[in-house]
């Protein structure tokens, strides 16, 4: 049992900790907003409790003469590596159940890693980012914190005998200047290795370190009521605020995380258990059991993404009330009982430990040997791997596109545009029978640059591509200007509007479509990628799709988008409402925002991209439908 003063007023403020950051995990938006978007902040406010906890402890026992490393840590050790172990245990069949081969052999590695308390380095190395997608899709990766307090620990216990051993009177001095190395570590490693900084202890330390410090610092002892209140709300309301503008652009851990940092400590030396703010049991009963809420919420978080049951706010609701529940039996069945050492002693344990651990890393080693089990899932069929093949099909496609309009056409459709346009013209064009008395041609943006840019037209004339491409406007009724736009392409839309003015054309400007921000290797895009990492191009036309690692790809790839698209759109709609011409965004087709995913596949499981984001002609084909069905589009197509 840990020598200490039980302060619930530590317990709320743990509750608001985690409630902060299953927020941040639970990814909830109002109004394009994310709510407690910097909530990962939560993890700094445990560690500033915690090393302000084993700092009083340590302190208590060490003046009592009671201090004993081998007792500490087995504290330490009660109070964390049972559940914590479990988790790693229970996540290993969840594994085998839900999730590909390729990932069921990095959750055993990260598994093998988070055992020794050092995931937070192995997630360093295999991971670009903490909040991007694929971080969330991982079981374990919350372990990386629980590895750093475990790391700080073991070098607090040596740097506490080494000063109280040669160098007691000078223990103050030494915490600060620590702190104050680790800060700067931080910072720095802040700007120059900003990955490594979030998940490395040197850059953490000094987290700790600042609760470690207040046992030891003389505070005015008292203090006037009003100024004492003024200082405990304040200070909740800069964290409150502080993790809902933060965010991962921000340089974390650096500068910025004081804001968390300093009313966190604040907090911790004058909140007190009969404030009225912290007389809240729900919030200290929280509070109690957060440490099993932070190890089973985002385990169960991630394999319900897995699991494509995660998209909307009921079934976040349901998870997030299956965790709590689950973590209350959690800690009050297992976690408590392990934690009194009357009831379990040194010796079992310490037995118990040891067999989960020598459990995990057996069923992990066994599946990392296996390859992730891969003979368990089934193969796919209707899905072409050769992107070669489909590029070469879109071409052979676009060099037989209309140029032209036929005479005896009602309304005549010119798209004009690159190859993204290509793509918005094979779409109708597969679907043309549902505008029946419309036309349909394209014109390349190249083809017609020379009418918008050349004062003297008849220069343009030379060239008899250019004269089929500017009769071919002269004929159309309804233009959609198209590209994967540049700032170049966006100067055109002023004199292309002019000059649709001039001859009675309807213009309608196109915003750039959703473009995934992956690389093709090897002529392999990343669902590509994927599937055949698990499957070996096994390819079986008996054997059903396995449709939820669509899903899985559907989901990763709308997390990932290119977010220069958005920027360049924000300019495309700032020169058309100016010049009061109608835009479109075919973006709606290839993602559904209120689901958090973009489609990858046909319903038939054709692929939709070749490359970043040219639809194949099957592609092209299955939006055109849904172009073609959409009320908005079809009223832009008319004429009034």
Known sequence: MEHSKYRVELDVLRALAIILVIFYHLEIEIFNLSIFRGGFLGV???????????????????????????????????????????????????????????????????????TFLVSNYYFHFTLSAYANLSSFLKPLIHTWSLSVEGQFYLAYCLIILFIYKFCKKKLKLIFIIISAVSFIIAIWASYSHPGINFYSSPSRFWEFIIGALVPYLKFKSKINQKIRLVLIYCSLLIILISSSYIGFENKHPGVI??????PTTLLIVYSKSNDEIFNNKILAFIGKI?????????????????????????????????????????YFLYEKKLRDKKKINTKNFYKIISLNFIAIFIFASIMILNDGFKNRLPNIKNYNFDNIKLRDEWLTYQNLSQRKFDE?????????????GQDIY???????????????????????????????????????????????????????????WTEEYIKMIQDLNIISKENNKKLIVALNRQQFNYEITNSLTTLDKMLFDNYQYKINENLDLLFKI????????????DPKVETINDKIKEVTNKLNIITFDFSKFQCEQ???????????????????????????????KLFLNDNDFLKILTIN
């Open 44 to 114: 700094d406010i445990f560690f500033v409790i915690s090393g302000y906890l084993i700092s009083s402890i340590i302190k208590n026992e060490i003046q009592n003469n009671h201090f004993k490393v081998s007792n500490f840590l087995e504290r330490r050790l009660r109070r964390i590596i049972p559940v914590f172990l479990l988790a790693i245990l229970v996540s290993l069949p969840l594994g085998y159940l839900f999730i590909m081969p390729t990932e069921m052999v990095d959750l055993a590695k990260s598994a093998i890693s988070s």
């Open 257 to 262: 995380t004081l804001l968390v940092i300093f």
């Open 290 to 330: 957060s440490f099993s809420i932070y190890i089973w919420h985002y385990l169960f978080f991630s394999f319900a993404r897995h699991t494509n049951f995660f998209n909307t706010l009921s079934q976040k609701a349901f998870i997030l009330f299956f965790c709590l529940i689950f973590s209350a039996i959690s």
């Open 408 to 420: 005896n056409s009602k309304i005549n459709l010119l798209i004009i545009g690159n190859s993204h």
């Open 426 to 484: 094979n779409s109708i064009f597969q679907n043309k029978e549902k505008i029946p008395g419309y036309n349909l041609a394209i014109i390349d943006t190249s083809k017609f640059r020379c009418f918008l840019e050349n004062e003297n037209k008849q220069n343009c004339f030379l060239n008899e591509g250019n004269k089929v491409a500017f009769d071919t406007f002269l004929k159309s009724n309804i233009i959609i200007f198209h590209n994967r």
């Open 550 to 561: 669509f899903k899985r790809a559907e989901l990763e790839y709308f997390k990932i988008k």
């Open 594 to 624: 209120m689901n958090n995913r973009c489609l990858t596949v046909t319903p038939t499981n054709e692929k939709i991209y070749w490359d970043y984001g040219h639809f194949s002609l099957k592609g092209a084909k299955y939006f055109g």
